[in-house]
């Protein structure tokens, strides 16, 4: 059955009101809300993980709520609301979706992918590799970005490092991010995997 969207306004009201009378909730900024937001994405990846469809629908609430608490926050200062957010990501997905919403070629997932980061690159007019690239990810997904933003610009990775053993790791390290990008193996993901084995 369709999402009739009911359950997403009652939300809103909830979150409005939550701030409008709990004291703890209306002393909260975007700021302050930023470690619950990196709390609640790491405990949903969890619930990915272990594959619990209940557990991953729980964790789905409490990012949502994180999305709803700042965009509640911003609505009163007059920022952007709710809908604006929502506004957002449904031009973003119409205008990288071509092939969905504008008769554009389809293709193989590889070459929709390849498309969407075309279109990406036009809209955002970076000035560096990194650009756009959060510096605390995961050094392993960090490193899988950067590579795949080089060999986009046509650039090599560098050897760098003034410690010849921590360099030659950091090196053998990259070589295994880029085995695993041309194999499509996310190496993040593959490295929880094997730790999870352990356990």
């Not at 909260?28 to 629908?57: F, K, M, N, P, V």
């Not at 650009?131 to 960090?142: E, H, K, Q, S, V």
């Amino acid at each position: 059955m369709p999402a009739s969207g009911e359950p997403l306004l009652e939300f809103l009201e909830v979150m409005r009101r939550l701030r409008a009378e709990c004291a703890w909730k209306a002393g909260q900024t975007h700021r302050s809300l930023a470690r619950y937001l990196l709390e609640e994405t790491h405990e949903t990846l969890e619930a990915i993980d272990t594959g619990d469809a209940t557990l991953l629908r729980e964790e789905l609430g409490d990012l949502l709520l994180q999305v709803y608490f700042h965009a509640v926050i911003a609505e009163e200062t007059g920022e952007f609301t709710i809908d604006d957010v929502a506004a957002d990501i449904v031009a973003k997905m119409r205008r990288r979706n071509p092939h969905v919403f504008a008769d554009a070629p389809g293709g193989s997932p590889g070459q929709i992918n390849e498309a969407w980061e075309a279109i990406k690159a036009t809209e955002k007019q970076r000035d560096s590799v990194t650009d756009g690239i959060p510096p605390t990810l995961p050094a392993l997904l960090y490193a899988d970005k950067v590579l795949d933003r080089l060999a986009r610009a046509g650039a090599t990775p560098m050897p760098s490092g003034d410690d010849p053993a921590e360099e030659d790791l950091g090196d053998r390290l990259l070589a295994l991010v880029a085995e695993a990008r041309e194999s499509g193996i996310d190496a993040e993901q593959a490295l929880r995997n094997a730790v999870r084995r352990q356990l």
